[in-house]
């Protein structure tokens, strides 16, 4: 059986995240940001493996959207690291982060455009 592209892609960036993490703490960044970094980077792969794991298209699109916010955080603290002299390259990390949200958004907007017109019994 093949194994879920977007499962695949967000536990790949979780891993990614959770390297840096320990490079930056490393370098005794201040915890509490890196902390943020940590959280909303790996939660984008924790929400998409629930909604794998849902009980109904609504838990789905919900587990999906959650994942999508997360990622846009994720970006804001890639970002904030980088302007702030933390994070020297974030290209990377950008680039995955951007790939995963519009994977995320593409699904999102598919599967709620398509219970939209999917008639009612």
């Known amino acids: 059986m093949k194994e879920n592209n977007l499962k695949i892609k967000s ?8 390297n ?5 703490k ?3 960044i201040d915890y509490a940001l890196i902390r943020q970094f940590l959280r909303s980077g790996t939660s ?10 849902a009980i109904s298209d ?7 959207s959650i994942s999508y916010k997360e990622s846009l ?9 980088h302007e702030t002299g933390y994070l020297s ?6 680039e995955k982060c951007d790939e995963l949200s519009k994977i995320l958004y ?6 709620r455009i398509e219970k939209k017109t999917t008639p009612s019994k």
């Open 26 to 28: 490393s370098r005794q």
């Open 89 to 94: 390259k974030s290209e990377f990390l950008t």
């Open 44 to 53: 984008v792969g924790a929400n998409v493996a629930e909604a794998y794991g």
């Open 73 to 81: 955080e994720t970006k804001f603290w890639i970002s904030l690291l």
């Open 58 to 64: 609504a838990e789905f699109s919900s587990k999906l």
């Open 106 to 111: 593409t699904i999102i907007k598919k599967t």
């Open 11 to 18: 536990f790949a960036f979780a891993v990614i995240v959770v």
């Open 20 to 24: 840096t993490f320990k490079t930056l």
